[in-house]
């Protein structure tokens, strides 16, 4: 059988980028995408020679326009896809509070971090419904869960508990073609998001990603995991 074909998007660094690592060394073919294309294809450099192959192209999940150039390459190129890792996220605003936020950066973090996700799934559940299969990994955060929510990080906490509840309508909207839709929260990662302090490896987190990609045909859809474990809503 050809390799899976998986697209992973803020890939140029951090956890996207070791997701890109991980899926080549399982033996997927790649398509490493970045809204800064120099840094996307020095990150698709550092990661020539391993796997099944890997492709380059530049994707601001925020821009429409940027979804559906990337789209027509894919479309081109491939032909199908069969993975899609819904990794870019912006805005972990520990400086914010809930009652005077910044509204341009809730704008943006609504724009990266839900409507990104979610225009990325409007364009490529298509796809992998031509082939009914498809694995769609959206990488959320304990943050987004409301059982635990506090008053902090607004712009991302309500992003990502919105990523949530877009995982489930999307996993319920495509139930029975073969495409398993599932939020992952990576833990807390050292990467520039995470900070030198966090205890867990890009390694690590990257890992909790894959779990969710690699699940058979009757595995679950709809849910939120780390380490392949549920995580409360
Ligand atoms: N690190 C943690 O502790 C932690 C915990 C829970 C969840 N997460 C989640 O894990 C995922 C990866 O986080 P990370 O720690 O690897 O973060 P990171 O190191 O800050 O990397 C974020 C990536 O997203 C990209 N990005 C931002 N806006 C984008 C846009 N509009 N279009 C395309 N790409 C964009 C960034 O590109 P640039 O380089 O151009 O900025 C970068 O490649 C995120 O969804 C995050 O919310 C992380």
Known sequence: MDPHIALVTGANRGIGFETCRQLLQTGYRVILTSRNAEKGREAARQLEGIGAGLAFHPLDVSNPESIAALRAFVEAE???L??????????????QKVTAPDFATVDEAIATNLLGPWRMCVA??????????????NVSSGSGALHSMGSETP????????????????????????????????????????GAAAP????????????????????????FFRDGKGVEW
Request: with cysteine; charged share 15%.
């Open 78 to 80: 491939f032909g199908r």
């Open 124 to 137: 490529f559940i298509p796809l992998m419904q031509k082939n009914h299969w498809g694995r769609i990994v």
């Open 155 to 194: 712009a991302y906490g309500v992003t990502k508990a919105a990523l949530n509840a877009l995982t489930i309508k999307l996993a319920k909207a495509v139930a029975g073609d073969g495409i398993l839709v599932n939020a992952v929260c990576p833990g807390w990662v050292r990467t520039d998001m995470g």
């Open 82 to 95: 069969d993975v899609l890792v819904n990794n870019a996220a912006i805005h972990y605003d520990t400086w």
């Open 200 to 223: 867990r490896s890009v390694e690590q987190g990257a890992a909790s990603v894959l779990w969710a990609v690699k699940l058979p045909d009757d595995g679950p859809t709809g849910g």
